[in-house]
């Protein structure tokens, strides 16, 4: 049976990333490191369940939410002094601006590639389990039923051998009592002078 799952998160830039995972140790591969986030402070268990709805519906996934508003993230930089501009700036000529241009190639970004998902295997898994739970449970009834099957023949056999016995013991008497019989007959056939 798959483990119950919990939802991490960690911050990345202005974003924090959230992933319902059964384990630390998943959590972080969702994320795709291999630095322990967690004992260095970096990463948490979130309980909150207006923030752990959206990843417990997609186990597995990592979801991004911004932390606050642009402006505040805006507000948040660190002031950075500009050089002033200078007064006559010399600019390249023309040819030589079209030659730059020329030069660099357009790079076109990576295409991104999602994580697989792991529902299908935590299905395939519970369904596993499902399957082994119920075929003990048939099992240990068939077992229950052959036993209640061993006690039935046991007390039919002693039913059975109780009442051979009882009747070979009439079918002695009746024999005993046949013979006894054909005697006293034979006897009074004879009569007394014979």
Same mark, same amino acid.
């Given at each position: 049976?798959?483990?119950?799952?919990? /939802? %991490?998160?960690?911050?990345? =830039? %202005?974003?924090?990333?959230?992933? *319902?995972?059964?384990?630390?140790?998943?959590?972080?591969?969702?994320? =795709?490191?291999?630095?322990?986030? %967690?004992?260095? #402070?970096?990463? &948490?268990? /979130?309980?909150?369940?207006?923030?752990?709805?959206?990843?417990?519906?997609?186990? #597995?996934?990592?979801?991004?939410?911004?932390? #606050?508003?642009? +402006? +505040?993230?805006?507000?948040?930089?660190? @002031?950075?002094?500009?050089?002033?501009?200078?007064?006559?700036?010399?600019?390249?000529?023309?040819? +030589?601006?079209?030659?730059? !241009?020329? *030069?660099?190639?357009?790079? !076109?970004?990576?295409?991104?590639?999602?994580?697989?998902?792991?529902?299908?295997? &935590?299905? $395939?898994?519970? $369904?596993?389990?499902?399957?082994?739970?119920?075929?003990?449970?048939?099992?240990?009834?068939?077992?229950?039923?052959?036993? $209640?099957?061993?006690?039935?023949?046991?007390?039919?056999?002693?039913?059975? @051998?109780?009442?051979?016995?009882?009747?070979?013991?009439?079918?002695?008497? *009746?024999?005993?009592?046949?013979?006894?019989?054909?005697?006293?007959?034979?006897?009074?056939? $004879? =009569?007394? =002078?014979?």
């Amino acid at each position: 049976m798959p483990r119950a799952l919990k /939802v %991490f998160r960690t911050p990345i =830039g %202005f974003h924090d990333a959230y992933v *319902a995972a059964p384990t630390k140790k998943a959590a972080l591969e969702a994320w =795709g490191t291999t630095h322990d986030l %967690f004992a260095r #402070g970096q990463a &948490e268990i /979130v309980t909150d369940p207006a923030l752990t709805e959206e990843p417990l519906a997609q186990p #597995g996934v990592v979801i991004k939410r911004s932390r #606050g508003t642009t +402006a +505040a993230q805006i507000a948040a930089l660190p @002031a950075v002094e500009r050089p002033e501009p200078a007064e006559d700036p010399v600019e390249p000529p023309p040819a +030589a601006r079209t030659a730059k !241009k020329a *030069a660099k190639p357009e790079r !076109k970004p990576a295409p991104v590639i999602p994580r697989p998902s792991p529902s299908a295997l &935590e299905a $395939a898994e519970a $369904a596993v389990a499902d399957a082994e739970k119920r075929h003990a449970e048939e099992t240990l009834a068939l077992e229950r039923e052959q036993a $209640a099957l061993d006690r039935r023949r046991r007390e039919l056999e002693r039913t059975h @051998a109780a009442e051979r016995s009882d009747l070979r013991d009439a079918a002695d008497r *009746a024999d005993k009592a046949y013979a006894a019989a054909l005697k006293r007959w034979r006897a009074a056939r $004879a =009569g007394p =002078g014979d």
